[in-house]
Antibody, heavy 120, light 106 residues
């Protein structure tokens, strides 16, 4: 059974960098050649927001509204993928989810989510 | 971006009720809509994809319909385990967007 688990600091100071990792268990990222991997977030009281997707070969798509601040990467040796969000501010406070996407584009597996607060 | 307007935001129902949740897209997304169930503190669970295809292992009381701009998720006979929040996702483009969610409670 595939499982995804987000990890990273729960508190980040304004203007600093948010870094999260999604560990994949129950399979190897490199074997999932028909899948993309993604990050989504949910700020309090708001709808879920798509952050971006990455393929195992490093091909990425980023939400245009976040593109200037986002970097995603895959580390197949550690079987995880990562999210970096630069220059955070209070509106970046959210629960961050990682996910797997069949090539067709929906999400079939989600992590449980991790709350990241931006505060001094 | 395509906006997904989901209604109602909350729904009070009883065990055995038939419930329907709607998502309307601001432009056509063909049939590229998925539905999810989420319970507090847990990962969302895929119910339906491509508007009407039931994910493996999901009870048949869940069904999805629609194409273009209007989509529905129906639970034919609400069970105690179904009290949760439901949301839709359009994936017609790389800029995927979600509905705001519908909380189904007693």
């Amino acid at each position: 059974q595939l499982q995804l688990q987000e990890s990273g600091p729960g508190l980040v100071k304004p203007s600093e960098t948010l870094s999260l990792t999604c560990g994949v268990s129950g399979g190897s990222i490199s074997s999932f050649t028909k899948y993309y991997w993604g990050w989504i977030r949910q700020s309090p009281g708001k709808a879920l927001e798509w952050i971006g997707t990455i393929y195992y070969d490093g091909t990425t798509y980023y939400n245009p509204s976040l593109k200037s601040r986002v970097i995603m990467s895959v580390d197949m040796s550690r079987n995880h993928f990562s999210l970096t969000l630069h220059s955070v501010s209070a509106p970046d406070t959210a629960v961050y989810f990682c996910a797997r996407l069949p090539y067709g584009g929906y999400i079939d597996y989600w992590g449980q989510g991790t709350l990241v607060a931006v505060s001094s | 971006d395509v906006q997904m307007t989901q209604s109602p935001s909350t729904l009070s129902a009883a065990v055995g009720d038939r419930v329907t949740i709607t998502c309307r897209a601001s432009q056509s997304v063909n049939s590229w809509v998925a539905w999810y169930q989420q319970k507090p503190g847990k990962a969302p669970k895929l119910l339906i994809y491509k508007a009407s295809i039931l994910e493996s292992g999901v009870p048949s009381r869940f069904s999805g319909l629609g194409s273009g701009t209007e989509f529905t998720l129906t639970i034919s006979s609400l069970q105690p385990d179904d009290f949760a929040t439901y949301f839709c996702l359009q994936y017609n483009s790389d800029s995927r967007t979600f509905g705001h969610g519908t909380k189904v409670d007693i």
